[in-house]
């Protein structure tokens, strides 16, 4: 849920300094907000996860070599980062909202693939959440599209009476 709500967030302040005055490209404005996270967070991150990441760090060696996790790890963070900056190519282009609904989408979308692909159980709270999610989403993106429909037909016929 914070997760969800930070995205959001992320999105509508990105989308401002898209339009601004001072113009910056998407890919630049991703990289800006990416570098200004990794640097506020990494404090934080050592102070909290350090003794935690030892651990992990020799139960991965215990399966692969150094250079595997290495590897493993610094191809998921790319990964993540083009992920994230082709969102910010689409934040050039459509609403924050619009892209919110997309990212809701594709969590549902990864959400019964894992189902699927790694016969994955759910709870029936997970289902009856799932259940609802859909449905609502499509809901809200006919309707947000009606009413854009609706006003921009009511703006035209303003412009046509003046």
Same mark, same amino acid.
């Given at each position: =849920?914070?997760?969800?709500?930070?995205?959001? $967030?992320?999105?509508?302040?990105?989308? !401002?300094? $898209?339009?601004?005055?001072?113009?910056?490209?998407?890919?630049?404005?991703?990289?800006?907000?990416?570098? =200004?996270?990794?640097?506020? $967070?990494?404090?934080? &991150?050592?102070?909290?996860?350090?003794? !935690?990441?030892?651990? /992990?760090?020799? @139960?991965? =060696?215990? @399966?692969?070599?150094?250079?595997?996790?290495? *590897?493993? &790890?610094?191809?998921?963070?790319?990964?993540? *980062?083009?992920?994230?900056?082709? =969102?910010? $190519?689409?934040?050039?282009? /459509?609403?924050? /909202?619009?892209?919110?609904?997309?990212? %809701?989408?594709? !969590?549902?979308?990864?959400? +019964?693939? &894992?189902?699927?692909?790694?016969?994955?159980?759910?709870?029936? %709270?997970?289902?009856?959440?799932? &259940? #609802?999610? #859909?449905?609502?989403?499509? +809901?809200?993106?006919? %309707?947000?599209?009606? *009413?854009?429909?609706?006003?921009?037909?009511?703006?035209?016929?303003? @412009?046509?009476?003046?």
């Amino acid at each position: =849920m914070g997760s969800n709500a930070a995205f959001a $967030l992320r999105a509508i302040f990105s989308k !401002r300094a $898209l339009q601004s005055a001072e113009k910056i490209s998407a890919p630049n404005l991703f990289a800006v907000v990416t570098g =200004m996270a990794f640097f506020a $967070l990494l404090p934080i &991150s050592i102070a909290v996860e350090w003794t !935690r990441y030892l651990p /992990v760090w020799e @139960t991965a =060696m215990e @399966t692969y070599s150094a250079s595997a996790v290495l *590897y493993l &790890s610094l191809s998921a963070g790319l990964f993540h *980062y083009l992920n994230n900056e082709v =969102m910010y $190519l689409a934040l050039d282009k /459509v609403h924050p /909202v619009t892209l919110a609904v997309g990212n %809701t989408l594709k !969590r549902v979308f990864i959400l +019964v693939a &894992s189902v699927i692909i790694f016969h994955t159980s759910m709870s029936p %709270t997970s289902i009856i959440g799932a &259940s #609802i999610a #859909i449905p609502g989403t499509l +809901v809200y993106s006919l %309707t947000k599209q009606y *009413y854009d429909n609706k006003a921009a037909k009511a703006g035209a016929a303003a @412009t046509r009476g003046n």
